[in-house]
């Protein structure tokens, strides 16, 4: 069973999941070959590689599984991409940072493992499936600004990898996340959001002379 968390950083906003080997036709082509529509672009379109526009730079926390969501994800889903699919060739699948994607004469380097996570994965064809979770909008995790999660908070996204066994659907649309939680996914009768009863709520004040 799959089932690993991992954090990774990026500044294109972007993640990233496809086998290094089955992108290495790609190292000689621009460096920001890859930076357009991506439902466009025919690796997309044929299931070789996953990009996820995320809504905003910064780090995340994911969760890669080939089962489902946890009754937390579950409860605090807000965003959904599926129709994408990747091709694994080398039995290793990257899942992190766009920018590590091959290009500008520079192929993916076993360095670039920190910027994401490197598994080890049984050759084939993979349907993927990535879900936001909105965990923070929850009296159960939230903190101060600029503050850890506790340990107990969900990851900030969860990537489900299935083998394919029927023909990949036609994607119609780009796959990016908006970034922000206008309703969740899922009807739930354990979902707490804002202020819950016994709480004590502070803030801060700044007096001007």
Same mark, same amino acid.
């Given at each position: 069973?799959?089932?690993?968390?991992?954090?990774?950083?990026?500044?294109?906003?972007?993640?990233?999941?496809?086998?290094?080997?089955?992108?290495?036709?790609?190292?000689?082509?621009?460096?920001?070959?890859?930076?357009?529509?991506?439902?466009?672009?025919?690796?997309?379109?044929?299931?070789?590689?996953?990009?996820?526009?995320?809504?905003?730079?910064?780090?995340?926390?994911?969760?890669?599984?080939?089962?489902?969501?946890?009754?937390?994800?579950?409860?605090?889903?807000?965003?959904?991409?599926?129709?994408?699919?990747?091709?694994?060739?080398?039995?290793?699948?990257?899942?992190?940072?766009?920018?590590?994607?091959?290009?500008? *004469? %520079?192929?993916? =380097?076993?360095?670039?493992?920190?910027? +994401?996570?490197? !598994? &080890?994965?049984? @050759?084939?064809?993979?349907?993927?499936?990535?879900?936001?979770?909105?965990?923070?909008?929850?009296?159960?995790?939230?903190?101060?600004?600029?503050?850890?999660?506790?340990?107990?908070?969900?990851?900030?996204?969860?990537?489900?990898?299935?083998?394919?066994?029927?023909?990949?659907?036609?994607?119609?649309?780009?796959?990016?996340?908006?970034?922000?939680?206008?309703?969740?996914?899922? *009807? %739930?009768?354990? =979902?707490?959001?804002?202020?819950?009863? +016994?709480?004590? !709520? &502070?803030?801060? @004040?700044?007096?001007?002379?």
């Amino acid at each position: 069973m799959l089932n690993q968390t991992f954090k990774f950083f990026t500044d294109t906003a972007t993640l990233a999941i496809f086998d290094p080997l089955r992108l290495r036709h790609r190292v000689a082509d621009d460096v920001d070959w890859w930076c357009v529509d991506f439902g466009q672009l025919e690796e997309i379109k044929a299931g070789v590689v996953a990009l996820i526009s995320l809504g905003g730079d910064g780090v995340y926390q994911a969760r890669v599984t080939d089962q489902g969501l946890t009754a937390d994800e579950y409860d605090y889903a807000t965003e959904r991409v599926a129709d994408l699919g990747v091709d694994v060739v080398s039995g290793t699948l990257f899942i992190g940072s766009g920018e590590c994607l091959p290009g500008g *004469e %520079s192929d993916f =380097r076993d360095t670039e493992q920190n910027r +994401g996570i490197l !598994l &080890t994965i049984p @050759v084939g064809s993979y349907n993927v499936e990535i879900y936001a979770i909105h965990w923070f909008e929850s009296s159960r995790w939230w903190t101060e600004d600029n503050q850890p999660p506790p340990e107990d908070a969900p990851s900030d996204l969860v990537v489900m990898l299935r083998a394919r066994k029927t023909p990949l659907q036609e994607i119609n649309s780009d796959p990016r996340f908006n970034g922000w939680a206008d309703q969740f996914l899922f *009807e %739930s009768s354990t =979902r707490q959001i804002g202020p819950q009863s +016994g709480m004590i !709520l &502070t803030t801060k @004040v700044r007096k001007c002379p």
